[in-house]
Structure formats: C-alpha cells, structure tokens
C-alpha cells in the first residue's frame, strides 16, 4: 500500500509566524504535490515537484514556497503566516501519468 | 490550461435512490485521463475510479462512469445510494504533470 506522511497534522500558529509542513513518501513516486482544501474551492495545487530539487508553480502559489530535499521529502513553507492561509494542507505523490494520486492524511493550519 | 467543472456543490439525497454527479471538463490532449476521488471525513482523499477510454464503462464498488469525450464528461453514478456513501466526491483530470480538481461534490444521504 502506497505511504504518504505529512506532519504535524495540526497546527496552530499567529499571524506573520513561521512554519513549515512537512510529507514523506515512500512510494518511490517522481511527483509529489502541495494541495490545500477549502470549502467552496476544493482541492487546489500550490506547489508541486518532479524530483529532488525540482520545483513547480502550481495555481495558488502566493505566500508559499516549497522545497523537495530528496525524492522521498517534500517541504511546504509559510513564512510570514497570514488567517488567509487557515486551511486544511494535503501531500499527495504520483508515479507516471494516468496512475493514482496518493495522498497522505492532511494537516490542519489555522493562523491567529 | 485544463480545468474541471463540478456544478453541484451540494447533492442531498434520500437512501436507496439513484445517484448522480456531474463533471465536465476541458483539455487540449486527446488522451485524457478521468479520475473520480472519494474524501470521507477525516480520512485521506482516495481513487474511486479512473478512465481513458472513450464510451467505457468503468466500475468500482457499485459506482460507475463512462468517458464521453465528445462530451467532455465524466458523470458519476450509482444506482441505489447508500448512507456510507455520504462523502465529498472529487472529478480530476490527469495532465501530464499535475492532476486539476474541480470544486468537489458534498453528496448527503439522508435515511
């Protein structure tokens, strides 16, 4: 069974604090992706990645950065953590195209 | 670019009636790739179906879709819904690097 880890699952930080999601993937996948989850909107790509060092823009890019330090580790940086920012954040990964996305269980960030 | 459209953002239905979801979607490839993800609460967001093939019927666990690309579409059905079916159901389209969601669909079953 695929395995894709994000940590921490919940998170809780102020305005124009400094966090960092993390995910691993041990499903030997080039792709993995940056989601996050709001009502209304659905899932949408933030940042997403083929490979160490590799890095793509994806739809709603803004605030965030990313870094992919190997193939298995997948990093989402906030830096300066806005309210807007609140959201439920989703670590998926991929082999080639056609197969299944696999995500991990989700983190929840709510910024004060 | 691509994108998906999932008119229905709420669908409340009672149990035992037939189930279904709209999805339509636009892409410059012809070979598309249709995926049908299922999000239960406080679970991983997970494949329920997926497909390529024009005009074939795809099936799992009692729900099935079939590819129409002079459509454009990939309507997920189900022919008796079940109180276990209540989830937020996604329609993807698979690119060649990224995998575009539409808006999600909150399907209720009401007994």
């Known amino acids: 069974e695929a395995a894709v880890t994000q940590s921490p699952r919940n998170k809780v930080t102020v305005t124009g604090g400094n966090v960092t999601l993390s995910c691993r993937q041990t499903n030997s996948h080039n792709y993995m992706y940056w989601y996050r989850q709001d009502t209304g909107h659905g899932l949408r790509l933030i940042h997403y990645s083929y490979g160490a060092g590799n890095l793509q823009i994806g739809d709603v890019p803004d605030g965030y950065k990313a870094t992919r330090t190997t193939q298995e580790d997948f990093f989402l940086l906030l830096e300066l953590a806005s309210p807007s920012q609140t959201s439920l954040y989703f670590c998926?990964?991929?082999?080639?195209?056609?197969?299944?996305?696999?995500f991990g269980k989700g983190t929840r960030l709510t910024v004060v | 670019g691509d994108s998906v459209t999932q008119k229905e953002g709420l669908v409340t239905l009672t149990e035992g009636l037939p189930v279904m979801l709209n999805c339509t979607y636009q892409t410059i490839y012809s070979n598309a790739f249709l995926f049908w993800y299922v999000h239960y609460l406080n679970e991983s967001p997970r494949l329920l179906l997926k497909?390529?093939?024009?005009?074939k019927r795809t099936e799992h666990q009692g729900f099935h879709a079939t590819l129409h690309k002079s459509s454009s579409s990939f309507h997920l059905q189900k022919s008796s819904a079940q109180l276990s079916d209540s989830a937020l159901y996604y329609c993807?389209?698979?690119?060649?690097?990224?995998?575009?969601f539409g808006k999600g669909t909150q399907l209720i079953i009401q007994p």
């Open positions: 998926a990964s991929r082999g080639d195209r056609g197969t299944e996305v696999f």
């Open positions: 497909s390529s093939t024009d005009n």
């Open positions: 993807a389209l698979g690119g060649a690097d990224r995998l575009t």
